[in-house]
């Protein structure tokens, strides 16, 4: 692995800011994921760590206030210095931003009151303008229209109105400032890295399956130029569900199902992204959706079975999951919901067996669902309490080998 770390002056983006903010650029094989600005008071920490102000794999950076400057990666930044750290498959930008004041000078002949009002016209002109580039950017039916909070239909217009929707933001607006990571939404914890907690780097270990799929890229310029080209907006979708903007995934999603309703295959991923953000209503509901169309489906089946039990319908949960053992008793699937179900009971030694053999039949899974089985290990609340024990990572070591997690204390 190389690095290069380069050093200079720039005026860079946010002159005129307040002093201490620092300017956050990562881009993941050339593609923007991460664009903001932090207010750096004390200490705070970026990357692959749990509670990270700004969340990317590969990397973590530690960010420190001293006096007027800033501590990064060994070196103080004054005001409008930067830093570069280039990775493989991973750069990071970091800008200290220059603080610049503009001084009014009173002269008697200046019109204040005329200079109030035709500020308000230009803020209000300025923000009806953007406010209607956004709009006409958001697909219809979404949650806005469904009372969403003034912050998440921000967030949700600025992963739509960016030339580079990779680019979700993880925290609401009004955290952003503080570094807050994106708060707990919906029926459920949302589905993150634990890996500080339980010692092992069950996060990391996911990330080496997460496929690099070079028609990302041209499919989000394509959807700049066109933007109901479903497909590419497919692709964009899975690319942020693999990287883990869960949120910007169900928004285009969302926007698929629009426009194709019995989209079943928009659905199902729909519904994942949905558990992912601890939305298990809305994940219900969409399994709910598929069935009616495909009373066999075996995911939708599994995925009813799985969302009734984390939102504590067990006897409702227990009757989806006997149907889904009639219709595939040996899919590897059943398996899983099967682990949830133990797992919601707090039986984790009845799960961990479920686990096991799911990760046994591993191989007659496509890609896309070993990804989402790796996926479900590494980050799913419901079995933190095995990414605790050594008995998770005692199974994982005896069929997986050299490829299992690995502890990182």
């Known amino acids: 692995m190389t690095r290069r770390l380069s050093w200079g002056r720039t005026a860079g983006p946010g002159m005129g800011l307040p002093m201490g903010r620092l300017h956050v650029q990562v881009r993941m094989h050339g593609l923007l ?14 990357g692959d760590v749990a509670g990270s102000a700004v969340v990317f794999p590969g990397a973590s950076v530690h960010i420190r206030r001293v006096g007027k400057a800033l501590l990064v990666l060994g070196r103080e930044l004054q005001e409008g210095e ?16 220059r603080t610049e004041r503009t001084v009014f000078k009173r002269h008697e002949s200046f019109d204040w009151r005329f200079f ?10 300025n923000w009806v303008d953007a406010t209607n580039a956004w709009l006409e950017r958001l697909p219809q039916g979404t949650d806005v229209e469904a009372g969403q909070p003034l912050h998440q239909m921000i967030t949700l217009m600025q992963g739509a109105s960016g030339g580079e929707r990779i680019a979700a933001v993880q925290v609401p607006i009004e955290g952003a400032r503080s570094g807050a990571r994106e708060r707990e939404v919906g029926e459920g914890p949302v589905h993150r890295n634990d890996d500080k907690l339980t010692g092992v780097g069950y996060h990391r270990w996911l990330r080496v399956m997460v496929p690099s799929d070079p028609m990302v890229l041209e499919a989000d310029q394509r959807l700049d130029v066109e933007a109901e080209d479903t497909e590419s907006r497919r692709i964009v979708a899975q690319a942020a569900y693999n990287m883990g903007h869960y949120r910007l995934a169900s928004w285009h999603y969302r926007w698929i199902l629009d426009r194709h309703p019995g989209d079943a295959h928009a659905q199902l991923r729909l519904a994942w992204a949905e558990r992912r ?5 809305a994940e219900l509901a969409l399994y709910e959706a598929v069935l009616a169309e495909q009373p066999r489906s075996v995911f939708a089946l599994g995925g009813k079975a799985m969302a009734q039990a984390r939102l504590g319908y067990i006897t409702d949960s227990q009757k989806s999951f006997d149907e889904m053992t009639v219709l595939a008793p040996s899919h590897i699937y059943t398996e899983v919901a099967g682990a949830v179900l ?33 996926r479900d290990i590494a980050v799913d609340p419901i079995f933190s309490g095995l990414r605790s024990s050594r008995s998770l990572r005692s199974v994982l070591r005896k069929h997986l080998g050299a490829a299992s997690p690995r502890g990182i204390r």
């Not at 930067?82 to 750069?91: C, F, K, N």
């Not at 109030?116 to 002109?125: Q, S």
């Not at 039949?361 to 070993?370: A, I, K, M, S, T």
Request: with cysteine; aromatic share 0%.
């Open 342 to 374: 133990e797992a919601v009971r707090g039986r984790d030694d009845l799960a961990l067996l479920s686990l096991e053999r799911a990760i046994e039949g591993r191989n007659h899974l496509d890609r896309e669902l070993q990804l989402e089985l790796r």
């Open 82 to 97: 930067e830093v570069a750290l280039d990775l493989p498959s991973l750069s990071i930008r970091l800008n200290h931003v």
């Open 277 to 281: 953000q601890g939305r298990h209503k």
């Open 116 to 125: 109030a009002a035709a500020l308000v016209i230009v803020l209000i002109g």
């Open 33 to 46: 994921i991460e664009d903001c600005l932090l207010d750096v008071t004390s200490v705070m920490v970026i």
